[in-house]
């Protein structure tokens, strides 16, 4: 398929990219390059068929209906969207227009293209927006997981703007009859990922001999799904998703946030012991808890897998075991990151 997507030079765009192009898919992928995109994550995709970047900002109504001129997508995943919960927090403003007004705007460059098209690729075309399960609220401790009936119950100003781009994609899908398909995911983990988050946090801050931040008494419960997990069923979406129909994608892999700090401490024990002798974990410092913390995400994808065909392949273990692998492997890419060079990183390298 020809695939536009939104966010591609971030954490979970780029793995979905990658997984793409090596399907044979022909992929244009279209990021505005904030703090969080990267160049450098898809660095291996330079020269190869079928890939090609546009930096634009989804918020510009005239650049989406260029690009999906010169795309002609048989499908949109939309995951461009500003995503930490602190930083919402601190500046709602970009959200807002982010996750809200550039969700609007590209389901309008969206309709427009695909109003021009006709007979089966009209039928075929697919716009899949990607959302977080975030939106759902909290969950108490022996409440149910989330699923796709779920009321919607945001708690910040992150969660807020998704559930109304999630409104939105819906409303598009109701009033003008474009085939969308929304998946509502759980916190996902694994290469490329920004390092404000809480694993490369983790990660980073042993790896620097640093205190070891943890929110509260670490008793906020997610479930987590690896991010090669996740990018197979965003393509099964697209490809086997009913439209109108909601999927939410999760890992089977609840965790507290201390025992999950704790796990990936015992591995870098294992990979990269203190010179000290110390166990990572000694440096753990609990922190003032954030404002609006939900206590636990849990997500049911018993609908995922029945209507998609799909399961996460990571167990309990893998894909944390992986995950440490990678950022020790990768120096070069954290060290962009953490000295700010990643931001000089132009189009033309690619």
């Known amino acids: ?9 971030g954490f979970i765009g780029s793995n979905l990219t990658r997984l793409l192009v090596a399907g044979g898919h022909a992929v244009t ?13 898809l660095a291996d995709l330079q020269g190869k068929p079928g ?3 546009v930096q634009a900002d989804i918020c510009d109504a005239e650049a989406m209906r260029r690009t999906f001129a010169e795309a002609k997508p048989e499908a949109v ?3 461009a969207a500003e995503s930490h919960v602190d930083r919402s927090i601190d500046g709602p403003g970009e959200f807002i227009a982010t996750n809200v007004t550039g969700t609007f705007q590209l389901l309008q460059a969206a309709l427009g293209h695909w109003r021009q098209l006709s007979g089966s690729p009209r039928d075929a075309f697919r716009f899949l ?3 977080t399960d975030e939106v759902f609220g909290s969950l108490g401790p022996t409440d149910p997981a989330f699923n796709e ?3 919607y119950d945001p708690h910040s100003p992150y969660s807020a703007s998704k559930a109304s781009s999630d409104h939105l994609a819906r409303a598009w899908m109701d009033t003008y009859g474009l085939p969308v398909v929304v998946t509502n995911c759980s916190n996902n983990y694994g ?7 809480l694993i490369p946090v983790v990660i980073l801050k042993c790896l620097r ?16 799904l690896y991010v090669d997990d996740h990018a197979r069923a965003l393509l099964a979406a697209v490809e086997k998703g009913r439209p109108g129909r909601t999927y939410c994608i999760g890992g089977d892999n609840e965790r507290r946030n201390i025992d999950l700090v704790k796990l990936l401490c015992s591995l870098l024990d294992e990979f990269r012991p203190r010179a000290d002798g110390k166990p990572h974990d000694s440096a753990i410092a609990y922190v003032t808890d954030r404002p609006g913390h939900d206590l636990r995400y849990a997500i049911d994808a018993r609908r995922a897998c029945a209507e998609l065909g799909w399961a996460p392949q990571e167990d309990f273990q893998s894909g944390f075991r992986k995950t440490v692998r990678w950022y020790l492997d990768n120096p070069a890419w954290i060290q962009g990151i953490l000295d700010g060079s990643y931001r000089l990183e132009r189009l033309g390298k690619l």
């Open 1 to 9: 398929m020809r695939i536009l997507v939104t966010g591609g030079a």
């Open 29 to 41: 992928v279209v990021d505005k390059l904030t703090y969080a995109g990267n160049l450098s994550s």
């Open 51 to 53: 890939f090609r970047f």
């Open 77 to 79: 995943m939309h995951l």
């Open 129 to 131: 927006h990607v959302s």
């Open 149 to 151: 009936s779920t009321p």
């Open 191 to 197: 290469p490329y990922q920004f390092p404000e988050k």
């Open 209 to 224: 001999g640093e205190a070891i931040p943890v929110y509260g008494k670490g008793e906020n419960i997610r479930d987590w």
